[in-house]
């Protein structure tokens, strides 16, 4: 079965790069991130990001249980190859959307709140995006990224997820704290277009090799 050939080292690699590609993109999270770093200092960002991380962690294990129940569905070599298709085109649409969307910087909030205020609207803010299950389907299903039978293997796996958030929050806090005096709507804009750019060649990329029946991640 195809799960079989999943490494443990496979899993870890795969599940940081679902984690920073879930975190990646600028939407209403990643601009608080932002405006948070900016307006109240690093740490208010950071947690922003780690609230945000644990609701994605949570929509991951929903998805991955949801596929688990449907595991001798899913592990037969034809549906595998169809949800694999249906999840390049899935990501392409999410890096095409990533790549033309423009969100907008709000002003200040003159409440700076304590750091698990800040930690708590942000979990709130994405777990009321229900929407990001659909990604996390497609993540999985490119990725071939759920091995059932590996239950510590798998957990290692939601664990990578968690820490490839996290890894993309704190770069992204980081840069924002060092270059904040420069730092204005347009460099958002350009960050949005870079990750869209990379999430379609990605999906051009799993497509093409499933098409012609190659293993490229």
Not at 55 to 62: E, F, G, K, M, T
Not at 70 to 79: A, S, Y
Request: glycine share 10%; net charge positive.
């Amino acid at each position: 079965m195809w799960f079989e050939n999943v490494t443990l080292l496979d899993l870890t690699v795969k599940g940081m790069v679902i984690g920073i590609m879930c975190s990646a993109p600028m939407g209403p999270v990643g601009v608080l991130c932002i405006q948070r770093t900016l307006n109240k200092g690093r740490w208010f960002g950071l947690v922003t990001g780690l609230g945000a991380a644990l609701s994605d962690i949570i929509y991951a294990l929903v998805t991955g249980l949801g596929m688990s129940f449907v595991l001798e569905f899913i592990e037969q070599p034809r549906t595998m190859y169809i949800l694999q298709l249906v999840g390049s085109v899935l990501l392409f649409a999410f890096g095409y959307y990533t790549f033309y969307s423009r969100p907008q910087l709000r002003p200040p909030s003159k409440n700076r709140g304590t750091l698990m205020h800040n930690l708590f609207t942000s979990f709130l803010l994405t777990l009321g995006n229900p929407l990001i299950v659909f990604l996390f389907v497609a993540l999985f299903a490119r990725f071939t990224f759920i091995v059932p039978e590996h239950p510590w293997h798998q957990g290692l796996g939601y664990l990578s997820i968690f820490l490839g958030a996290m890894l993309w929050w704190y770069g992204l806090t980081y840069v924002i704290d060092k270059v904040r005096v420069s730092f204005d709507i347009n460099r958002i804009w350009l960050i949005n277009r870079i990750i869209g750019i990379i999430v379609m060649t990605v999906a051009v990329l799993g497509l093409v090799s499933t098409l012609l029946g190659l293993t490229l991640y």
